[in-house]
C-alpha cells in the first residue's frame, strides 16, 4: 500500500532564523571589540599577559564565527532540493567542527601550561588579575547571551524545539563558557602566586581547565557525531511508535528507522505487517505527535492470516 504521490516541502522550518544565530553575532561582535581593545592595549604597553589574552580571544571569535556561518548557511539553502531532508544537519556540523576547535584549545592550554611548570616566566601580576577579571565580565555576559531562553517555535508543524537541541548554539556556549573558566581559573592562580609565592599555580590551574574544556569537547564530539551518522532515535521514542502502531493487536512493526535530521525533529521509516491493511494516513495518525517526526515514510505489507508471525 502507497502513500499519495505528491510534492512536499523539505524545508522543515530550517528557513527561518534561530534565536542562535542573533546571539551568537551578539558575542561574536563583544569577542572581537574585547580581543581589539586587549591587543591593541597589549602592543601599546608592552605586556605579553594582555596580547596572549587578546590573541587568545581571537581564536574564539574564530570557531563563534564559524557556528555563526553555520546558521547563515542552513537558512540559505533551506530550499536546496539537494540536500534530500533539508539542511537541519548543517546544525550539528557546526556544533562538531565547533567540538574540534575546543578540542584544539585545550591541547594548546594544557602544553602551554605543562611548558610554563618546567620553565617559569615572571608574571605581572597586577595587569594579568585585571585582564582575568575583564575577561570573565565580558565571558559572563556573553554566556547569558547565549543562554537566554528563547522559545524557536516552528509553526508550519506545531512544535517548539528550544534551543537545548541547538548542538551549533551549544558549541558556541561551550566556547564562551571555557573562556569564562579560564578567567575564573587564572584570577584564583594569580590572587594565590601573587599573596603565597606559590608560582605553580598559574600553570596547574591551566592544566586542571585543559582536562574540563576536553571533557566538553568530547560530549560535544559525541553528541553531534551520533547525528551526522545517522545513529538511531532515542530508544523510548523508538518504543511508544511501535507500541502506537501495535496497539491494534493485528499489526506489527517488521522494520523500524528513526533518525535526527535537525534540531529536535527527526524522520522515520517503517515498515508494518498486518493481515488487516489500513491507510498510510491511518498508521501516520497514530504516531504520537510530541515526538516531533516531521518526515515519515510508511511500507504496509497485506500478510494472509495464518501466516507465522
Not at 132 to 141: F, I, Q, W, Y
Request: proline share 3%.
Amino acid at each position: 500500500m502507497n502513500p499519495g504521490i505528491g510534492r512536499h516541502s523539505h524545508v522543515f522550518g530550517q528557513d527561518r532564523a534561530r534565536p542562535g544565530e542573533r546571539r551568537t553575532l551578539i558575542v561574536i561582535a563583544i569577542t572581537a571589540a574585547m580581543m581589539v581593545i586587549e591587543v591593541t592595549a597589549g602592543i601599546v604597553y608592552g605586556s605579553m599577559a594582555l596580547l596572549a589574552d587578546g590573541l587568545h580571544m581571537a581564536s574564539h571569535a574564530v570557531a563563534l564565527s564559524i557556528n555563526a556561518f553555520a546558521y547563515v548557511y542552513a537558512r540559505r539553502r533551506a530550499h536546496d532540493e539537494e540536500f534530500s531532508f533539508g539542511t537541519g544537519k548543517v546544525n550539528a556540523l557546526g556544533g562538531f567542527s565547533g567540538a574540534i576547535l575546543l578540542a584544539l584549545f585545550a591541547f594548546m592550554m594544557a602544553w602551554e601550561s605543562v611548558t610554563r611548570l618546567i620553565f617559569p616566566v615572571p608574571i605581572v601580576f597586577d595587569r594579568a588579575i585585571l585582564v582575568a577579571v575583564v575577561g570573565l565580565l565580558v565571558n559572563g555576559a556573553s554566556r547569558l547571551i547565549l543562554d537566554h531562553h528563547d522559545h524557536d517555535h516552528d509553526h508550519s508543524h506545531g512544535h517548539g524545539h528550544g534551543h537545548r537541541h541547538d548542538h551549533n548554539l551549544r558549541a558556541a556556549y561551550l566556547h564562551v563558557l571555557a573562556d569564562a573558566l579560564t578567567s575564573l581559573l587564572a584570577i584564583f592562580a594569580l590572587l594565590v602566586a601573587k599573596y603565597l609565592g606559590q608560582l605553580w599555580m598559574d600553570p596547574l590551574m591551566g592544566i586542571v581547565g585543559a582536562v574540563l574544556v576536553a571533557r566538553w569537547s568530547v560530549g560535544l564530539l559525541r553528541s553531534t557525531s551520533e547525528i551526522l551518522l545517522d545513529r538511531q532515535g532515542p530508544r523510548a521514542a523508538r518504543e511508544r511508535i511501535r507500541e502506537s502502531l501495535e496497539a491494534d493487536g493485528i499489526t506489527r512493526v517488521t522494520d523500524l528507522h528513526l533518525w535526527s535530521i535537525g534540531p529536535g525533529i527527526y524522520s522515520l521509516v517503517i515498515t508494518l505487517a498486518t493481515d488487516q491493511p489500513r491507510s498510510t494516513d491511518d498508521y501516520r495518525a497514530r504516531i504520537p505527535d510530541d515526538l516531533h517526526i516531521v518526515h515519515a515514510n510508511i511500507e504496509v505489507c497485506a500478510v494472509g492470516r495464518h501466516d507465522p508471525r
